[in-house]
């Protein structure tokens, strides 16, 4: 499946808020920290792919 692209808008305790970056979408989803790669922050690229994210650049 995918890809998808997202940006990590904000980080809330072990949650996520993701936005796609690919499609013209301002709904922001929740992912838990422990599915995401470690080296995330505010701002990171991610592709999300065959289940699982890797982040770009």
């Given at each position: 499946?995918?890809?998808?692209?997202y940006?990590v808008?904000?980080?809330?305790?072990?949650?996520?808020?993701?936005?796609?970056?690919?499609?013209?979408?301002?709904?922001?989803?929740?992912?838990?920290?422990?599915?995401?790669?470690?080296?995330?922050?505010?701002g990171?690229?991610?592709?999300?792919?065959?289940?699982?994210?890797?982040?770009?650049?």
């Amino acid at each position: 499946m995918g890809p998808f692209f997202y940006r990590v808008e904000r980080i809330n305790g072990d949650y996520a808020y993701l936005v796609r970056t690919d499609i013209d979408d301002s709904e922001e989803m929740i992912v838990a920290l422990a599915l995401l790669p470690d080296e995330i922050d505010v701002g990171t690229e991610l592709k999300w792919e065959d289940f699982s994210y890797t982040v770009l650049g």
